[in-house]
């Protein structure tokens, strides 16, 4: 079992920025692909950003060269900086992590392992 917790989320203006955490813990979670999704109200969940176990980053177009993302295994902790917010990225931001880099990067969303239970941000116009 891999336990994940967020942490971060907020009320902030257009164009601000927040910082988004997640805390893993159990299994040896250096194994694992980690990802962030997000799903606004009345939208499906969609994939944000992804960090692999070798080091690679991947971005969905709409955030990419907004967001960072970033991982520290020794601390088992994976992040995601956001700046540049728009009001469109309003959502409830999961943490997730799974073994296979495909199902994040393709937000197979039924076969994602792990799941947090996710942190609102809230972008104000």
């Known amino acids: 079992q891999v336990q994940l917790v ?6 902030v203006e257009s164009g601000g920025s927040l910082r988004l955490s997640c805390a893993a813990s159990g299994r040896t979670t ?3 692909h980690m990802g962030w999704f997000r799903q606004a109200p009345g939208k499906e969940r969609e994939f944000v950003a992804a960090f692999s176990v070798r080091g690679g980053t ?3 177009h709409s955030v990419k060269g907004r967001f960072t993302i970033s991982r520290d295994n020794a601390e088992a902790t994976v992040s995601l900086q956001m700046n540049s917010l728009k009001p469109e990225d309003t959502a409830v931001y999961y943490c997730a992590a799974d073994p296979d880099l495909v199902d994040l990067r ?4 039924g076969r994602i ?3 947090g239970k996710g942190t609102l941000v809230t972008v104000s116009s």
């Open 113 to 115: 392992e792990y799941w």
């Open 58 to 60: 991947y971005y969905d």
């Open 106 to 109: 393709l937000a197979v969303i």
């Open 30 to 32: 250096s194994t694992y």
């Open 6 to 11: 967020e942490s971060g989320g907020g009320l």
